[in-house]
């Protein structure tokens, strides 16, 4: 059984859906790529697992580690899940933490509570933690400000803070938005260090498809509040199905080569409120038929361990090539 | 360090000379002192002498003067009405006022933010709406008639407690219920006001995220962070401390400050009303550079801007 | 710099410290975020900032926009000096220079709804009628790749690459002369950044606008820029071609900085840099680099380097070693183009 | 009239608490506004063979629904007039002390220095009087006026609102949307009137709602003192200031305004807290 | 024998009195303290050479003096009593009274320094003493400059009160003096806190022999409310100053009874003269003919207080004019004087203190709505203070309210030192009558009773009814609440008795 599955995962802000039926399994030690369109959803999923949104959302669907429902579950189950089995980097760092506590505090807590580190040992561990993280002279910045670290340094405290309670699970938003490359190589390597050394598993949520595809090991890609793809990360990146991942990949800026126009997908996301009745893409997509605003599809197996959300996508043999044509038989299935 | 305090003590200086002025000219111009104190059936001549002998004959400016000139040597006059020590006369009413203020700041404090919490995690809840009316209630209803009720059914029905004087520490304890419960109702809606606006901010969910349990998250991450209006609040309450509570010490016959200060204004007894009010003033100004201190703990941003460090 | 003209923007040696103070007796020290930069924009030119996290990027942004006074130096924006904070001329000014922050939830204020928030500079300056405004707002929205449902949105209620984009549309509603982007893109998903980074250009193009370009993602700094500069420790250390610089480092940390950058679907090798991470509380003698420069030489450490073109090919660099000043102590590491 | 419908539906989601302290406070306003039209006496005519007669309530006669006092003058009368008066004074107070003060505390926060000194100074000066010789000094130098009297009660609460609010545009200032609005090239009236004001709001109307009823309270002590609205005049805080001896002989001659009193701050409150409420989006 | 001492103290019983002031002056020494609330406590712990039977007919006794006999118009040989002691134990001698007569309590120019507020005092209450003259052990002889038909009750005043020249010369200063007088009345001064509580303690060598309580203490309460209470509560067993509407209240439970009422000290309504609508007599007469006084008694005082034939009383003897009436209510006439004096709605100012007479508020509203309804413009302005009522010019000051007492079988005294020339408001230009004036120096120097009387009848009559200075309202009344089982009576003025002949309980 999966550490950890999320199954037919929706939230609603009021009557617009922001995730609209997830399933996901993270296995323990694996590390999963979370990409996709802003806002599609990839936080939200995050926060309603461990319980985290406003009171606001309503949440339904099921959220199992090692089997036990924690969505929904009582404080008292919930909080040492929290922080203890899986950690969570948020995206806003600057704003995620407090601003009148000290950092070498708020890393300290996370100790004290998983790992009831106190005292002296909590402080030399605090710096060991920031020194791990790339922070110069970390035996003084604990007792930094917020306020007083730029931008990257503040991410590295968050990510501090959630390896200090040595999850088992690790979700990490957008990591390594505000750090150099090498700052960033430097906390990837540490990342995947963590993994093989302790089985922590990664969930990485990133744009940076260049992270994901040297980190994971698998990636789901997100579209308006649904998994549309999922694949080792060797393969999404040979063989994209979904268009949308085909989009993603075509939009990237390139580190050489003459400087042409960058290709972004055209159109916007459908509004939450407001979803299309079939494949929420189609709007979108140049390949798009008639049956695309009629369908909803819902994802297939290609291979093995690759799915797509997409009537179109079609298997194919892991060392071949698609072929060009559609199979009947796949748009069938998708029709159930 | 010195030249914050240089300043600190610069401006208490100004604002205790502006209040000694001010009190001053309001006294000597409101109503003459020999009048009141020699009372309406006194002969003129009486009044007369009386003037002349607490140099009230003399011109404002020249009174004003000659008061400053005592203050700086230390000497802040003598009651007019009996001629005792001003400071003195004071200085022995504090300890009987503080014997009602401090248990009512501590019982503000110790129910009012605790109430104000509580109402805030369980916003528009049962209990959340029952505190605040209570808290509203507490507020609005005017302490005498609070002191009377608890007078009416806690001494002459009940006879448990006395209803009035200094006997023992029995007596206190309805005046400092009364105060109590006005001061910890004020203190219950800010602090509620406050804490609402900080427990949507993302580092709370930061902090949820941790693990903390609720209550951690609160008392260590929350409060702190909603503090200011509240500390704002306790630094008033702090300095109102050795003012004592006028209606409150006159309905449980309690002689603290502020009977002395409304018999003395009364009586226009100038050197005590100083006395008081330079008191009031330096508490005021004690509490400030604790409420800054306290300022610049809470939230570290408060402290000096980050000035930059000009080489 | 084109004949005639001066350059949108220039920065001359500006320097900034802070001090910070350890608990509520501790001595104060002095944190030298930026520490000596001159750079220039002309109009229509994209300068990139890269450089390591905590190097003094955001700081250079706030002191060449003139909102944080710097503690020497000076800026000159179109040929006049930048005006102090708050005065009515340096309130002027801001239509015609913005910045998108790094942080977008910080710079966003939560109790207003974000298309009142875009449409504020606009309320401002003055600029338009009511309807115009509105008009405007929804242009740029879209723009930007916002839906309209996202007008009456707070911050709090949109993802986080949705209030980046806000904080975007703000800054380019007034189409200001000079934008400085610190970090921009980084919460987009690629094809929104494709979006974001074709408006930047159009923009550039059509309204001449002066752009200083603070990221970390190399690829969009390359697409966008004109010229690049490197930053390690509060200084520049190379400023030429971003082409020149990404495919030929001639700084040892640019060299490091290049090779770690990541690549969809290969893993490949990198230098991952050596030693302690930089401190700007306590800046290393001579060459800032040299702790962690795996070429270092006895020079390095005692001598700083001085930011000039390089004999060969002109390019601007800081290192004695790539001046041929000093001899490399060691083989540079192999650094792979792509 | 979409505006109006939502209204109407914004109405229809108010909870039933906040519909009743609205109600409660329409009806005080309608009360203070038609005073003259409504009260059933003039509310100084005296009846001294009917002191003290009894509220229907309590048994007495439909003639003085509230009763009299211990001048035989009707209660319910006097009770109107002194919710015009107490309203006038309450209202007038309240947003007297609260601009004075959140323009000082704003004036304080944004220009810090000297100025900031300055405004500080004040406020302690302020909070060092007490407010009886503040009392003494207005009234002893400029008479009983009531436009004066109002802007005197205002005084009262100013320091408070001048502190919470430089404590918290200070904290304010250092968020980053303030940086950001100001970069923007925004006046310091847009900055402090336009986002710092929203953001510091609740605790603002906190305030306004707690110094509403202090307001009245601090008429009926200086009133008690002979420096408040005098007699024949009459006010909320008045009449339970004289009435108090009556509390237990004649306990409705106190107890009517006593109750208007506290009805209407908790009304005030009830509708300051949901206000603040509704002006918080984080929360919901 | 201090256990003996102890056993005989613990079976007399120890009162707590619940007072609204203890001290207007915050002394004890009658030559500061002037005002009503002194008189309720200066009796229990000094005494005068003669004493008022205070709850009798107010008749001058035998006090500190056991006899006295007047040698001429000027001088009196009074005889003191043998075997008084002070509280400090000294025994009584003609040089303590001759001292507490003398220059270093009340004229100055002996060793001590005196107040000079204090000489003023003393000069008021014996404005011709010359000096006492001490002829023995145990008798004096007093000296006046002038014929003064009162002399010998002037002995009585509280001023008067007999100290220990010992203790007065080892006190620090006049002022130290003054909070702690050592007298020789039944109790003696155990603590005294200002504002607060002045606690006395039996005075077991008093020469009347050991007091009946063990311990008086008052306690200051200034809310009625809380004093009623403190009664209630058992923490008290008197409540002074009760408000006539409060009657009922107390007396509702069985166990309290409420005593007193009128007192030999008199409201009335005093005229500015020199005010200029006043300065018309018929003005004021339209004043005096539209005040209700029985409606206010009736009304404000239950009926339990009484309306005076002017100001005079009972026991002024055949000085009372029997036949004098007051201004009788009648608003027509009132109206019908306005007109006369072609009076059209120029305001008067009232000025009112906030209850410094018992119901002065609400006494001052009716008659304000009285004057109002005859179509006098009538301000009312609450003031705080003695000081502000006398503030201004004399279009600033009207109306304002004043109370008399006497204490003595003789109009002069209160009359003429009220309002004749040496009187304040003779002096203050607020009124002053020619004819009245000569009158009084002749009711004051006269010694021809008969001519005495005609005199009096007449300036009563000028000042109140031709050329009023003032509107007799009521005669005040003091009321006191107090346990049920105490026999105690209380007197005809402020004073409290607490003598042997006043107590069982
Ligand atoms: N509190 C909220 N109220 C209403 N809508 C919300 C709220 N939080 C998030 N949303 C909406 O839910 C959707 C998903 O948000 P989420 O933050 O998960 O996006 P994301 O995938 O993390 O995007 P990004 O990459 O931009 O961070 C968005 O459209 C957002 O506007
Ligand atoms: N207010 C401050 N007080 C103290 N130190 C500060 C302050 N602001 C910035 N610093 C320090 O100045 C240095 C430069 O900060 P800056 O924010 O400019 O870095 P940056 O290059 O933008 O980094 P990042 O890429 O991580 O955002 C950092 O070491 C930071 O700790
Ligand atoms: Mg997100
Ligand atoms: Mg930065």
Not at chain 1, 69 to 74: D, H, M, S, T, V
Not at chain 1, 285 to 290: I, L, R, S
């Given at each position: 059984m999966a550490f950890v599955e999320i199954r037919n995962l929706s939230v609603a802000f009021g009557r617009s859906p922001a995730l609209r039926g997830i399933n996901l399994a993270v296995e323990r030690g694996e590390a999963v790529g979370l990409v996709g369109?802003?806002?599609?959803g990839k936080s939200v999923t995050w926060l309603a697992a461990l319980g985290?949104?406003?009171?606001s959302a309503t949440v339904r669907g099921s959220v199992l580690i090692d089997g036990t429902?924690?969505?929904?579950?009582?404080k008292a189950r919930l909080e040492p899940v929290r922080g203890g089995r899986i950690a969570m980097i948020f995206q806003d760092p600057a704003a995620s933490l407090?601003?009148?506590?000290r950092i070498g505090r708020q890393i300290g807590e996370a100790l004290g509570l998983h790992r009831g580190m106190t005292g002296q040992r909590a402080k030399a561990e605090v710096i060991r933690l920031l020194d791990q993280v790339g922070i110069p002279d970390a035996k003084n910045r604990?007792?930094?400000?917020?306020?007083?670290?730029s931008g990257g340094q503040n991410q590295r405290v968050m990510i501090a803070m959630a390896l200090a309670g040595e999850p088992e699970l690790l979700v990490a938003?957008?990591?390594?938005?505000?750090?150099?490359v090498t700052i960033q190589a430097q906390i990837l390597d540490l990342l995947t260090t963590l993994r093989r050394d302790t089985g922590m598993a990664l969930v990485l949520i990133s744009h940076d498809l260049g992270v994901v595809s040297e980190t994971c090991s698998r990636i789901a890609v997100m579209y308006a509040g649904r998994i549309v793809e999922e694949a080792p990360s060797g393969q999404i990146f040979t063989h994209p199905n979904h268009p949308y991942t085909r989009g993603l990949m075509g939009a990237l800026p390139p580190l050489s080569g003459a400087r042409r126009r960058l290709v972004a997908i055209p159109g916007s996301v459908p509004e939450a409120a407001h979803?299309?009745?079939?494949?929420?893409f189609a709007p979108r997509?140049?390949?798009?038929?008639?049956r695309c605003a009629e369908v909803d599809p819902v994802p297939l197996p290609l291979t093995q361990d690759h799915s797509a959300a997409c009537i179109h996508a079609r298997p194919y043999h892991q060392a071949g090539h698609p072929s060009h044509h559609h199979a009947a038989t796949t748009r069938e299935r998708a029709m159930q | 360090m010195l030249h914050y305090l240089l300043s600190r003590l610069l401006r208490a200086a100004v604002s205790i000379i502006m209040v000694v002025t001010f009190v001053f000219v309001v006294l000597r111009m409101s109503g003459d002192p020999a009048m009141v104190i020699m009372g309406?059936?006194?002969?003129p001549e009486a009044i007369d002498a009386f003037r002349k002998s607490w140099g009230l004959d003399q011109p404002l400016w020249v009174q004003y003067f000659s008061f400053f000139e005592a203050i700086f040597s230390g000497e802040l006059g003598r009651s007019m009405?009996?001629?005792?020590d001003a400071m003195a006369v004071v200085l022995e009413r504090v300890p009987s006022t503080l014997a009602l203020t401090v248990p009512a700041f501590l019982v503000n404090l110790i129910v009012g933010v605790p109430a104000g919490v509580y109402a805030a995690l369980h916003r528009n809840s049962l209990i959340d709406r029952c505190v605040m009316v209570m808290a509203v209630t507490g507020f609005a209803v005017p302490s005498f008639i609070l002191a009377m009720l608890l007078v009416l059914i806690l001494?002459?029905?009940?006879?448990?407690?006395?209803?009035?004087?200094?006997?023992?520490?029995?007596?206190a304890i309805l005046p400092i219920a009364t105060m109590g419960f006005g001061g910890a109702a004020l203190l219950a809606r800010f602090t509620r006001s406050a804490m609402l606006e900080v427990l949507g901010q993302p580092y709370i969910r930061t902090a949820s995220a941790k693990g903390l349990p609720w209550s951690a998250v609160v008392w260590r991450h929350a409060l702190q962070n909603a503090a200011i209006p509240t500390i704002t609040i306790i630094g008033f309450m702090l300095g109102g401390l050795v003012a004592g509570a006028v209606v409150v010490e006159s309905v449980f016959s309690w002689p603290g400050v502020g009977r002395l200060l409304v018999i003395s204004v009364a009586n226009r007894d100038l050197a005590i009303v100083q006395a008081i009010v330079l008191m009031i003033a330096i508490t005021m100004v004690a509490a400030n550079m604790i409420v800054d201190v306290l300022y610049g703990l809470v939230?570290?941003?408060?402290?000096?801007?980050?000035?930059p460090a000009r080489r | 710099m084109s004949a005639g003209t001066a350059d949108l923007l220039e920065a001359r040696d500006l320097a900034r410290s802070y001090t910070v103070r350890r608990g509520l007796l501790g001595r104060p020290t002095a944190v030298r975020a930026v520490d000596g930069i001159s750079l220039r924009v002309a109009r229509g030119e994209t300068l990139g900032l890269v450089g390591e996290?905590?190097?003094g990027k955001s700081t250079t942004a706030r002191l060449v926009l003139g909102i944080e006074p710097p503690d020497t130096g000076s800026v000159i924006f179109d040929g006049n000096a930048m005006p102090p904070s708050g005065t009515a001329a340096w309130a002027n000014l801001r239509r015609r220079m913005q910045m998108v922050y790094q942080d977008p939830l910080a710079a966003?204020?939560?109790?207003?709804a974000v298309g009142v928030q875009i449409a504020e500079p606009l309320d401002i300056h003055r600029i338009g009628t009511a309807a115009e405004r509105e008009e405007r707002v929804a242009a740029v929205m879209a723009e930007v790749?916002?839906?309209?449902?996202?007008?009456?949105?707070?911050?709090?209620?949109?993802?986080g690459g949705q209030r980046q984009r806000a904080v975007i549309a703000r800054a380019l509603v007034t189409n200001p002369d000079l934008l400085v982007c610190d970090?921009?893109?980084?919460?987009?998903?690629v094809s929104i950044q494709a979006l974001v980074l074709n408006l930047l250009s159009d923009l550039q193009e059509r309204l001449k606008m002066g752009m200083l370009f603070v990221s970390h993602d190399l690829r969009a700094v390359r697409q966008i820029s004109q010229r690049v500069a490197v930053m390690y420790l509060g200084r520049i250390v190379e400023e030429g071609d971003p082409d020149a610089v990404l495919h030929e480092p001639a700084h040892p940390y640019t060299q490091a900085l290049v090779s770690a950058i990541p690549h969809p679907g290969k893993t490949t090798s990198r230098v991952i840099l050596q030693g302690d991470p930089p401190n700007p509380a306590n800046r290393p003698t001579g060459c800032a680099f040299h702790p962690r420069c795996?070429?270092?030489?006895a020079t390095c450490r005692t001598e700083t380097p001085e930011l000039k073109p390089r004999r060969s090919d002109g390019r601007r660099v800081a290192c004695h070693i790539a001046h041929g000043e000093a001899a490399a102590a060691r083989a540079p590491a192999l650094l792979e183009t792509c | 009239m979409a505006r109006l419908r939502s209204l109407l539906e914004r109405l229809n989601r108010m909870p039933i608490l906040i519909t009743i302290a609205v109600l409660w406070l329409v009806l005080m306003l309608a009360i203070a506004v038609s005073a003259d039209l409504i009260s059933?006496?003039?509310?100084?005519?005296?009846d001294l063979r009917n002191r003290l007669s009894l509220p229907v309530f309590m048994g007495?006669?439909?003639?003085h629904v509230l009763g009299t006092d211990?001048?035989?003058?009707d209660v319910l009368s006097r009770l109107i007039t002194s919710i015009r008066m107490s309203l006038l004074i309450a209202f007038g107070a309240t947003i007297i002390g609260a601009v004075i003060g959140v323009t000082l505390g704003f004036v304080a926060a944004h220009f810090r220095g000297i100025v900031e000194q300055a405004v500080l100074a004040l406020v302690d000066f302020s909070a060092a009087i007490p407010f009886l010789v503040l009392a003494l000094a207005v009234l002893a130098f400029f008479g009983n006026s009531l436009v004066l009297f109002v802007c005197l009660l205002g005084f009262h609460a100013w320091e408070r609102y001048a502190r919470i609010a430089r404590g918290l545009a200070i904290s304010g200032r250092m968020h980053g949307y303030a940086a950001a609005v100001h970069q923007l090239g925004a006046s310091p009236w847009r900055l402090y009137g336009r986002h710092i004001l929203p953001n510091i709001a609740s605790t603002l109307i906190v305030s306004m709602t707690l110094a509403f009823p202090e307001i009245i309270l601090l008429e009926s002590g200086l009133s008690f003192l002979?420096?408040?609205?005098q007699p024949p005049g009459t006010s909320l805080g008045n009449m339970v200031g004289f009435g108090r001896e009556y509390l237990?002989?004649?306990?409705w001659i106190m107890l009517a305004p006593a109750f208007v009193i506290t009805a209407t701050a908790l009304c005030v409150s009830l509708l300051g807290d949901w206000l603040r409420d509704r002006l918080d989006p984080t929360l919901s | 024998m201090p256990r003996f001492a102890a056993a005989q103290s613990a079976d007399r019983p120890a009162v707590t009195v619940a007072v609204q002031r203890i001290s207007t002056s915050n002394t004890l020494e009658m030559l500061t303290e002037q005002?009503?609330?002194g008189a309720r406590i200066y009796t229990s712990y000094a005494e005068t050479l003669l004493g008022n039977d205070w709850i009798g007919d107010m008749s001058l006794q035998p006090q500190l003096a056991t006899g006295w006999k007047r040698l001429d118009d000027r001088t009196v040989d009074v005889d003191l009593r043998e075997g008084v002691k002070f509280h400090n134990g000294d025994v009584m001698t003609a040089e303590d009274v001759a001292f507490s007569y003398g220059p270093d309590r009340m004229?100055?120019?002996?060793s001590v320094e005196v107040p000079d507020n204090v000489k003023a005092v003393a000069r008021q209450a014996l404005p011709a003493f010359e000096r006492i003259e001490v002829l023995g052990p145990h008798k004096v002889r007093l000296h006046n400059a002038s014929i003064d038909p009162v002399l010998e009750g002037?002995?009585?005043?509280?001023?008067?009160m007999i100290v220990s020249k010992r203790a007065f010369l080892e006190a620090k200063s006049w002022m130290d003096w003054a909070r702690q007088p050592v007298t020789t009345g039944p109790?003696?001064?155990?603590e005294y806190k200002p504002d607060s509580v002045l606690t006395l303690a039996a005075f077991d060598d008093h020469w009347e022999g050991r007091?009946?309580?063990r311990q008086i203490r008052f306690v200051e309460t200034p809310e009625t409310a809380s004093r009623i209470n403190l009664l209630r509560s058992g923490g008290a067993d008197f409540a002074c100053d009760i408000p006539p509407d409060q009657i009922a209240t107390v007396e509702a439970d069985k166990r309290f009874k409420v005593v007193g009422g009128p007192i030999n000290n008199t409201r009335y309504t005093v005229f500015n003269k020199s005010h200029p609508v006043l300065a018309n007599p018929l003005v004021r007469q339209a004043l005096t003919h539209s005040v209700d006084r029985e409606l206010i008694v009736e009304s404000l005082w239950s009926g339990r207080t009484e309306v005076p034939r002017?100001?005079?009383?009972?026991?002024?003897?055949?000085?009372?004019?029997?036949?004098h009436e007051n201004p009788a209510y009648d608003p027509d006439k009132a109206r019908a004087l306005l007109r006369k004096a072609g009076y059209n709605g120029e305001p008067i100012p009232y000025r009112v203190l906030n209850d410094y007479y018992t119901a002065q508020t609400a006494t001052a509203q009716i008659n304000t709505e009285n004057w109002r309804s005859i179509g006098l413009n009538i301000k009312l302005q609450m003031v705080e203070n003695w000081g502000q009522i006398s503030e201004g010019g004399p279009e600033t000051r009207g109306i304002h309210d004043w109370s008399a007492a006497a204490?003595?079988?003789?109009p002069y005294v209160q009359m003429s030192g009220s309002w004749?020339?040496?009187?304040s408001p003779w002096r203050n230009n607020q009124w002053r009558n020619e004819e009245f004036g000569n009158l009084s120096k002749e009711l004051g120097s006269s010694t021809d009773r008969a001519r005495r009387i005609a005199v009096w009848r007449r300036m009563l009559q000028i000042i109140e009814?031709?050329?009023?200075a003032y509107v007799v309202l009521h005669r005040n009344a003091s009321f006191t609440a107090k346990r049920a089982d105490i026999k105690w009576v209380p007197s005809q003025s402020f004073v409290m008795d607490f003598r042997r002949h006043n107590w069982s309980a």
């Open positions: 369109e802003s806002g599609c985290l949104l406003p009171a429902e924690i969505l929904g579950a009582p407090n601003p009148v506590h604990i007792n930094a400000y917020p306020h007083e670290l938003d957008e990591p390594t938005t505000a750090l150099d979803m299309p009745q079939g494949c929420a997509c140049n390949a798009a038929t008639d | 309406a059936d006194a002969p009405r009996d001629g005792r001494s002459v029905n009940l006879g448990w407690l006395p209803s009035a004087g200094q006997d023992s520490w029995l007596n939230d570290p941003r408060m402290h000096g801007q980050a000035r | 996290s905590g190097c966003l204020d939560r109790r207003l790749g916002l839906q309209p449902h996202h007008v009456a949105r707070h911050p709090q209620s949109l993802s970090e921009p893109i980084s919460a987009l998903d795996p070429v270092a030489t | 059933p006496y003039r509310f100084t005519q005296m007495g006669s439909w003639s211990e001048l035989g003058r002979g420096l408040g609205i237990s002989s004649a306990p | 005002s009503n609330v004229w100055g120019g002996g002037r002995l009585s005043a509280s001023i008067g109790y003696s001064v155990a007091p009946p309580l002017g100001l005079q009383w009972t026991f002024y003897g055949d000085f009372y004019i029997a036949d204490s003595l079988p003789d004749g020339p040496a009187g009814i031709e050329d009023p």
